[in-house]
């Protein structure tokens, strides 16, 4: 034999490993069911839209027409930091991917060694001491034939773990934008509740001097007057309050685009104009491929269930082929000649003979493992459709509220103007007109309110449904 690894073994090798490698334990995955339901219970009456129609094939926070909203949730996947532990987590499980891979392969490994040893005088058979040299260079081929499919299995667990890696990354990111999306809206209407303290304390102000002129010339009463402080006064101290509220929902936001909060700001915009998007809806089916926890809670599943195989594979013996050959001389010179050459190459099966269950053990610790992703799959599924059932019938129900409530602030808007004529024709008090006026205020502020909370609900449902009506 000339070649190093002689090739007749080295086919040998290849072909055993083919055919012992056809087999794996375990069971085969197969998606559970889910409790689903074929429509959504509040979808009824529901307008629905069609996604080719009104939906554009981009991100979801488009939909609501806000440029800067557009270029402040563009910051979150680039600068988030919570972002970037997930990603570089997914980056890991797919290092892991490959890893698991490549255990499937013969592993050569190369050694070149040089040493010198002494022995005593009289030690050796020639009954001289002296000192020897020893060179080598060796190549060593280790396979393990996957017979029952362990490595296999293993990277099967691993691909799928990577996979939930990335729709944890997916969740995380969706997470992100959806509560930099509720924090700037709700800041934007903040702008407005204050434009309108500021509205209103103009207002305030200039009928407080009409007061005191009437107090001047004894018109109006020193009670009038005390009234119309108080109402001056408490609509200032209610716009500092929601000016410290917008101050905190602007940290939020440079927070979640990655930047300290001195190093951000954000013009007010008391005019800023919101867009409501229609939502579409898509049956229970889609919403599984939408939301991303769902499909993590499921990869989960068959990281689960692979694991199983890889338990049950413990019970069966490893069988390791190895080969290793190279050259060994005193010489250095002479190390890479025929004599000097040597070989071998074998099998090697080693299996569990006695463990006292321990191998049962973990093969049941594994299938209930599998048993509890399962469970936590369901959950998240009933989970999720019940938030796109809270979120739906939320807006269905805030559209004719919000429609009574811009009826009754006009209607307040309207009794604290005829209130005012009333008090300036002498036919009232003022206490009258700053009941009126209270009652105008609160309307207009609480219908700002529900505004944010249609808002915060539609982005809510977004996210419910995965963030996407789009599927690629």
Same mark, same amino acid.
């Given at each position: 034999? #000339?070649?190093?690894?002689?090739?007749?073994?080295?086919?040998? +090798?290849?072909?055993?490993?083919?055919?012992? !490698?056809?087999?794996?334990?375990?069971?085969?995955?197969?998606?559970?069911?889910?409790?689903? %339901?074929?429509?959504?219970?509040?979808?009824?009456?529901?307008?629905?839209?069609?996604?080719?129609?009104?939906?554009?094939?981009?991100?979801?926070?488009?939909?609501?027409?806000?440029?800067?909203?557009?270029? +402040?949730?563009?910051? $979150?996947?680039?600068?988030?930091?919570?972002?970037?532990?997930?990603?570089?987590?997914?980056?890991?499980?797919?290092?892991?991917?490959?890893?698991?891979?490549?255990?499937?392969?013969? !592993?050569?490994?190369?050694?070149?060694?040089?040493?010198?040893?002494?022995?005593?005088?009289?030690?050796?058979?020639?009954?001289?001491?002296?000192? =020897?040299?020893?060179?080598?260079? !060796?190549?060593?081929? %280790?396979?393990?034939?996957?017979?029952?499919?362990?490595?296999?299995?293993?990277?099967?667990?691993?691909?799928?773990?990577?996979?939930?890696?990335?729709?944890?990354?997916?969740? /995380?990111?969706?997470?992100?934008?959806?509560?930099?999306? &509720? #924090?700037?809206?709700?800041l934007r209407l903040l702008d407005r509740r204050i434009a309108l303290y500021r509205e209103t304390i103009a207002g305030y102000q200039r009928y407080l001097q009409i007061i005191q002129n009437k107090y001047d010339e004894q018109i109006s009463s020193r009670a009038d007057l005390a009234t119309g402080k108080t109402q001056l006064h408490s609509a200032q101290a209610s716009m500092l309050d929601l000016q410290w509220q917008r101050a905190q929902y602007e940290?939020?936001?440079?927070?979640?685009?990655?930047?300290?909060?001195?190093?951000?700001?954000?013009?007010?915009?008391?005019?800023?104009?919101?867009?409501?998007?229609? $939502?579409?809806?898509?049956?229970?089916?889609? +919403? +599984?491929?939408?939301?991303?926890?769902?499909?993590?809670?499921?990869?989960?599943? /068959?990281?689960?269930?692979?694991?199983?195989?890889?338990? !049950?594979?413990?019970?069966?013996?490893?069988?390791?082929?190895?080969?290793?050959?190279?050259?060994?001389?005193?010489?250095?010179?002479?190390?890479?000649?025929?004599? #000097?050459?040597?070989?071998?190459?074998?099998?090697?099966?080693?299996?569990?003979?006695?463990?006292?269950?321990?191998?049962?053990?973990?093969?049941?610790?594994?299938?209930?493992?599998?048993?509890?992703?399962?469970?936590?799959?369901?959950?998240?599924?009933?989970?999720?459709?019940?938030?796109?059932?809270?979120?739906?019938?939320?807006?269905?129900?805030?559209?004719?509220?919000?429609?009574?409530?811009?009826? =009754?602030?006009?209607?307040?808007?309207?009794?604290?103007?005829? =209130?005012?004529?009333?008090?300036?024709?002498?036919?009232?008090?003022?206490?009258? $007109?700053?009941?009126? &006026?209270?009652?105008?205020?609160?309307?207009?502020?609480?219908?700002? #309110?529900?505004?944010?909370?249609?808002l915060i609900t539609s982005v809510q449902l977004q996210a419910a449904l995965g963030g996407s009506w789009v599927t690629e």
């Open positions: 034999m #000339n070649a190093l690894l002689p090739s007749r073994l080295s086919i040998a +090798l290849l072909l055993t490993g083919t055919l012992l !490698t056809g087999c794996m334990v375990g069971p085969d995955y197969q998606k559970p069911s889910a409790p689903i %339901s074929a429509t959504f219970k509040e979808a009824q009456g529901w307008k629905a839209a069609s996604p080719q129609d009104e939906l554009p094939k981009g991100p979801w926070w488009a939909l609501y027409q806000d440029p800067q909203l557009n270029a +402040l949730v563009s910051q $979150v996947q680039l600068n988030n930091q919570n972002v970037a532990v997930y990603a570089a987590q997914y980056q890991q499980a797919l290092a892991l991917v490959r890893q698991s891979r490549a255990e499937e392969f013969p !592993t050569l490994t190369g050694t070149g060694a040089s040493s010198r040893s002494e022995s005593a005088s009289g030690s050796s058979s020639s009954g001289a001491g002296g000192v =020897s040299k020893v060179h080598s260079a !060796t190549l060593d081929l %280790s396979w393990e034939a996957d017979i029952w499919g362990r490595l296999r299995r293993t990277n099967e667990q691993d691909r799928a773990s990577a996979q939930a890696s990335a729709a944890d990354l997916a969740n /995380a990111t969706l997470s992100a934008q959806s509560s930099l999306a &509720q #924090n700037y809206f709700q940290h939020a936001i440079a927070l979640l685009m990655g930047k300290p909060p001195a190093d951000f700001a954000l013009a007010a915009d008391p005019a800023w104009q919101y867009h409501v998007p229609g $939502v579409p809806l898509g049956v229970p089916s889609r +919403l +599984l491929e939408r939301r991303p926890d769902i499909a993590a809670a499921e990869r989960q599943m /068959a990281a689960a269930n692979a694991a199983v195989g890889v338990a !049950t594979a413990a019970y069966y013996p490893d069988l390791t082929l190895s080969a290793s050959g190279g050259y060994q001389s005193s010489t250095l010179s002479h190390l890479f000649s025929l004599p #000097n050459r040597f070989w071998s190459i074998g099998p090697s099966l080693t299996g569990t003979i006695l463990d006292f269950g321990a191998t049962r053990a973990s093969v049941e610790q594994a299938r209930h493992a599998y048993d509890a992703t399962v469970a936590t799959y369901r959950q998240t599924v009933l989970t999720g459709l019940g938030e796109v059932e809270d979120y739906l019938v939320e807006l269905r129900t805030l559209e004719p509220e919000l429609e009574a409530r811009r009826n =009754s602030a006009q209607s307040a808007e309207d009794s604290a103007a005829v =209130s005012r004529d009333q008090y300036e024709a002498g036919v009232i008090d003022y206490l009258d $007109v700053a009941t009126t &006026q209270a009652t105008s205020l609160n309307e207009r502020q609480t219908l700002l #309110n529900l505004v944010a909370t249609q």
